[in-house]
């Protein structure tokens, strides 16, 4: 794991990016913090981290209208999509690939 790397705590709803590097640990700025820097800095070591890949995810509208977007999953994707393109709610999604 590198600092900038996005990681998840193993069994737990803690993510965030990995700021600072000491030999086996790493220190996190919280994703879903209250307090703000340095008060939101987490230190875990890094066996107990694991590295979050985005993944690319393409939609297919009935209204024959396509977007494509890489995102940490496929509702934050069609999420962006949406309201890049300002899409209507009402547009239904026709097909998900994984790309």
Same mark, same amino acid.
């Given at each position: 794991?590198?600092? !900038? +790397? ?9 993510? !965030?990016?990995?700021? #600072?590097?000491? !030999?086996?640990? #790493? ?27 985005? =993944?690319?995810?393409? %939609?297919? %509208? ?8 890489? #995102? /940490?999953?496929? /509702?934050? #994707? /069609? +999420? ?13 999604? /026709? =097909?998900?690939?994984?790309v």
């Amino acid at each position: 794991m590198n600092i !900038g +790397d996005r990681v998840k705590v193993i069994d737990q709803d803690i993510t !965030g990016v990995i700021i #600072a590097l000491n !030999g086996n640990k #790493a220190t996190i700025e919280d994703d879903d913090s209250e307090y703000e820097s340095p008060d939101n800095n987490l230190e875990y070591r890094l066996s107990e981290l694991e590295e979050i890949k985005n =993944k690319t995810y393409k %939609f297919s %509208f009935v209204q024959h209208f396509e977007c494509e977007w890489e #995102a /940490e999953s496929e /509702e934050d #994707a /069609e +999420d962006w999509c949406r309201q890049q393109f300002r899409l209507y709610e009402d547009w239904e999604v /026709e =097909k998900v690939e994984e790309v």
